[in-house]
């Protein structure tokens, strides 16, 4: 009989929390490789060999950048086959703000269950300022459960996702007031991701109440460059945490040495409300200039 109970009680603890694994990364100009499109033989050995990648790290929710539009991650997805993706969301942001044909360097989320909800919204600058890109979001199923009770009550079950990409670092030539202005757009898209997230569990999903942030952030505290930036900062006072809190600087490279370009922790997973689960690690892929970064997350009842 105690054999029996005890039994019981250690199926019960095996069930008492679900894995997910996520993965963020930044393609490149995806599928092309640059700003100028490639051929389509180029563009699918590309497209088979990011197809690889991802298929060897078997995540539940790959959280993109830079990719070309809907069309190629419906490529991606089909090329993981027999695993089965669906693409939850891919924004459609102009190049510029001032542009309306949509530009090359998309943010997405692809995902094994479908998603309950997926939009995507620019970010919204201050007077006299424009941030480029945006975010996507999408809510999704946080646990296995069976369908009926997914349909019957989908909010207690889901996890807010958002897929970023903030501004980047570049600056031609020595600007001093350029670089400044860039660090102020990533803060300024923090600062609205992080009333976003707020606005979703108090009024627009209000059960929702875990949330992964993930993508490129294009900021380093590790860079004396950088230095005072508040992006990070701003997204910790919001309650979201670093995956890879506590790593060492070299576990935590997403952006290897390049050129003139340093060593770079550029790519984040942040999370709230999960529990996390083993080390995040980075994936060495010569795919893009940017290493896949994976994490893992218990889900708690």
């Given at each position: 009989m105690r054999t029996f109970?005890?039994?019981?009680l250690c199926a019960a603890g095996l069930q008492?929390?679900?894995?997910?694994?996520?993965v963020t990364w930044n393609l490149a100009w995806f599928p092309s490789g640059s700003p100028r499109r490639a051929s389509p033989e180029v563009e699918e050995r590309r497209v088979q060999a990011a197809a690889a990648v991802l298929k060897s790290i078997d995540a539940d929710l790959i959280f993109l950048q830079e990719m070309r539009d809907w069309e190629t991650c419906e490529r991606l997805a089909r090329a993981m086959a027999p695993a089965r993706y669906e693409v939850a969301v891919c924004s459609a942001f102009p190049q510029t703000p001032r542009q309306r044909q949509p530009g090359r360097q998309q943010v997405a989320l692809l995902t094994k269950k479908s998603a309950h909800a997926a939009w995507s919204e620019p970010?919204?600058?201050?007077a006299g300022t424009s941030l480029p890109r945006g975010f996507a979001f999408a809510a999704v199923p946080s646990r296995e459960s069976p369908a009926s009770a997914e349909t019957s009550n989908p909010a207690l079950k889901l996890l807010g996702c958002y897929s970023l990409h903030l501004k980047s670092n570049l600056v031609r030539g020595k600007d001093p007031e350029k670089a400044a202005e860039n660090i102020l757009?990533?803060?300024?898209?923090a600062r609205q991701l992080v009333t976003h997230r707020h606005d979703i569990e108090g009024r627009i999903l209000p059960a929702v109440k875990r949330f992964l942030v993930a993508g490129d952030f294009n900021t380093d505290d590790g860079n004396s460059e950088l230095?005072?930036?508040?992006?990070?900062?701003?997204?910790?006072?919001?309650?979201?945490?670093?995956?890879t809190e506590g790593l060492p600087r070299s576990e935590r490279i997403t952006h290897p040495k390049r050129g003139h370009y340093k060593d770079a922790v550029f790519d984040y997973v942040l999370y709230c409300g999960l529990k996390p689960k083993g080390k995040p690690r980075t994936v060495r892929s010569t795919v893009?200039?940017?290493?896949?970064?994976v994490a893992e997350f218990e889900v708690e009842k």
């Amino acid at each position: 009989m105690r054999t029996f109970l005890l039994l019981i009680l250690c199926a019960a603890g095996l069930q008492a929390a679900d894995t997910i694994r996520v993965v963020t990364w930044n393609l490149a100009w995806f599928p092309s490789g640059s700003p100028r499109r490639a051929s389509p033989e180029v563009e699918e050995r590309r497209v088979q060999a990011a197809a690889a990648v991802l298929k060897s790290i078997d995540a539940d929710l790959i959280f993109l950048q830079e990719m070309r539009d809907w069309e190629t991650c419906e490529r991606l997805a089909r090329a993981m086959a027999p695993a089965r993706y669906e693409v939850a969301v891919c924004s459609a942001f102009p190049q510029t703000p001032r542009q309306r044909q949509p530009g090359r360097q998309q943010v997405a989320l692809l995902t094994k269950k479908s998603a309950h909800a997926a939009w995507s919204e620019p970010w919204k600058g201050d007077a006299g300022t424009s941030l480029p890109r945006g975010f996507a979001f999408a809510a999704v199923p946080s646990r296995e459960s069976p369908a009926s009770a997914e349909t019957s009550n989908p909010a207690l079950k889901l996890l807010g996702c958002y897929s970023l990409h903030l501004k980047s670092n570049l600056v031609r030539g020595k600007d001093p007031e350029k670089a400044a202005e860039n660090i102020l757009k990533r803060e300024l898209s923090a600062r609205q991701l992080v009333t976003h997230r707020h606005d979703i569990e108090g009024r627009i999903l209000p059960a929702v109440k875990r949330f992964l942030v993930a993508g490129d952030f294009n900021t380093d505290d590790g860079n004396s460059e950088l230095a005072g930036e508040q992006t990070l900062e701003t997204f910790a006072k919001g309650g979201l945490k670093d995956s890879t809190e506590g790593l060492p600087r070299s576990e935590r490279i997403t952006h290897p040495k390049r050129g003139h370009y340093k060593d770079a922790v550029f790519d984040y997973v942040l999370y709230c409300g999960l529990k996390p689960k083993g080390k995040p690690r980075t994936v060495r892929s010569t795919v893009s200039d940017h290493w896949p970064l994976v994490a893992e997350f218990e889900v708690e009842k």
